[in-house]
């Protein structure tokens, strides 16, 4: 769309149309926002609550810190950026995919410059746009502030003085924090807290946990089914991954969109191996926070030794005060596993999470509290660190003494072709697996499709898995 045609639509929206924002954001809307109004530190943060597993509980933060007036059902900031970003992807998302192309992210926090001229294609430069806005005090912006964008070979627009418009933004994205007294404080478990919806279960929560017992049938309330998603393991337990799933009617949602649950759950009682019997009692409650699109799915874990065992469980929604109860007898597996192999592979960067599934049965892995869906594709921007997080099990234990030399090496390649990138590093092993982190800067590698190879030297074997991304500017 021109810009000057689009300068006339903005003019003629009504202002408390542009405020009401419509219905509630999608978790991409949601997305694109905290990606455009997040400050530096709130970026570390959601780096920490990304490894944590509460990224909604982050969510949920980010945005009453954004709150002006917390007693009214609206997020006055979250309505108004909200229909800044629809505009922004309705008009320039023919170049940059949903969100738009980087004008985007001028545009949903300074509208639409004063000026916009358009740069022809010089010897040194090629064709351009270049937006211009003046000084504006009210909201930060000190001096005049000139977003250059070039296009590229494929048409799309970007920022060339991104980190310049980015210090100049910063400024005002620290402005529209309308309470600073709501931070990311975590608890003894290190889970975040959020205000009046305490971590690790209301009140309520662990009422209704207290109350549970093996005798008798669940208590009343709306129902809800449970399954083990996957499994994972370290030196001294199994962590089972419990997956809830409520009716989309049983849980309200909050005031951004969300809902909040406590999910608890208690053994009654577990076989041990031998002559002899053993009780195992666990009781463990938590809080999670969850969209509200799509089906209503949370995850609980739990720590659990090989055997059979009768679980009790409840879900308590931290709106409205509803709950349901339910049983749910497992298996456990024994593990290691008789041969070597990789658990499912995450690649992460600022934004964007990708989890590609592992050959180890069920769904053996877990990073912090979060389960991804595996994908086959991810995408990350060149100004981004790539992360890789994944586990290596080596197929036997052994003593502590003896921990084995694990090594792995990773690679990178570009539609077929070799990079010349190689890094080898030693990894962190128990008597049971190996835990990897690799983080590659993107910076020096153009846009395109690349495959990581990774590549695991334990014994005399090796042990290799490629996984894809795109990369763009």
């Given at each position: ?10 003019l ?18 949601l ?16 780096i920490?609550a ?16 954004r ?40 545009f ?42 070039y ?12 980190a ?26 290190g ?35 449970v ?6 393991v ?17 849980l309200?949602p ?25 009780t ?5 409650a ?23 065992h ?9 709106q409205?005060?509803?709950f ?11 593990f290691?596993?008789a ?7 995450v690649?992460?960067?600022d934004?964007?999470m ?9 769904r ?19 100004d ?35 990079t ?27 846009p ?25 500017r």
């Amino acid at each position: 769309m021109p810009t000057l045609l689009l300068a006339a639509l903005l003019l003629s929206v009504p202002a408390a149309a542009l405020a009401q924002g419509g219905d509630r954001p999608t978790d991409t809307e949601l997305g694109w926002l905290e990606s455009f109004l997040m400050t530096e530190e709130e970026r570390r943060s959601s780096i920490e609550a990304i490894t944590h597993g509460d990224r909604e509980a982050f969510r949920r933060l980010f945005w009453l810190r954004r709150d002006p007036d917390p007693s009214t059902p609206q997020n006055e900031i979250l309505d108004l950026y909200l229909a800044r970003v629809r505009l922004a992807d309705s008009t320039f998302s023919e170049d940059g995919g949903y969100g738009g192309d980087d004008r985007s992210r001028v545009f949903v926090l300074l509208g639409m410059p004063v000026q916009a001229l358009p740069q022809p294609a010089t010897d040194e430069t090629p064709e351009g746009l270049l937006w211009a806005f003046p000084p504006d005090p009210d909201n930060g912006l000190a001096d005049t502030l000139e977003a250059l964008y070039y296009r590229d070979e494929e048409g799309q627009l970007f920022l060339e003085n991104r980190a310049a418009v980015d210090e100049s933004l910063e400024e005002m994205r620290r402005r529209l924090i309308a309470r600073p007294e709501v931070g990311f404080d975590r608890d003894e478990e290190g889970r975040l807290v959020i205000p009046n919806l305490p971590a690790g279960g209301s009140k309520r929560a662990r009422r209704v946990l207290a109350d549970l017992s093996g005798d008798g049938p669940p208590g009343d309330g709306f129902s809800f089914r449970v399954t083990p998603a996957y499994f994972r393991v370290d030196d001294r337990a199994t962590y089972v991954a419990l997956l809830f799933e409520t009716p989309a009617d049983a849980l309200a949602p909050g005031t951004d969109g969300q809902l909040a649950a406590s999910l608890f759950a208690k053994t009654a009682s577990a076989e041990a191996e031998g002559p002899g019997a053993a009780t195992y009692r666990l009781e463990t409650a938590h809080t999670e926070i969850r969209s509200a699109e799509g089906p209503v799915r949370f995850e609980a874990s739990l720590v659990l030794p090989p055997g059979r065992h009768r679980l009790l469980l409840g879900v308590v929604d931290e709106q409205s005060d509803a709950f349901g109860t339910a049983r749910l007898d497992i298996e456990t597996p024994a593990f290691p596993e008789a041969e070597p192999g990789f658990s499912s592979v995450v690649l992460y960067g600022d934004t964007t999470m990708q989890e590609y599934s592992g050959r180890v049965p069920g769904r053996a892995f877990q990073f912090g509290r979060t389960h991804f869906e595996p994908r086959s594709t991810a995408v990350f921007r060149q100004d981004e660190t790539l992360g890789a997080f994944y586990f290596f099990y080596p197929g036997e234990r052994v003593d502590d003494g003896e921990l084995p030399e694990i090594v792995a090496e990773y690679t990178l390649s570009r539609e077929g072709r070799d990079t010349g990138f190689v890094r080898p590093e030693a990894l962190p092993t128990s008597t049971r697996q190996a835990a990897a982190n690799a983080e590659i800067e993107l910076n020096e590698f153009a846009p395109g499709r690349y495959e990581l190879g990774i590549r695991v030297l334990y014994g005399e074997q090796v042990y290799e898995t490629r996984k894809a991304f795109t990369l763009v500017r």
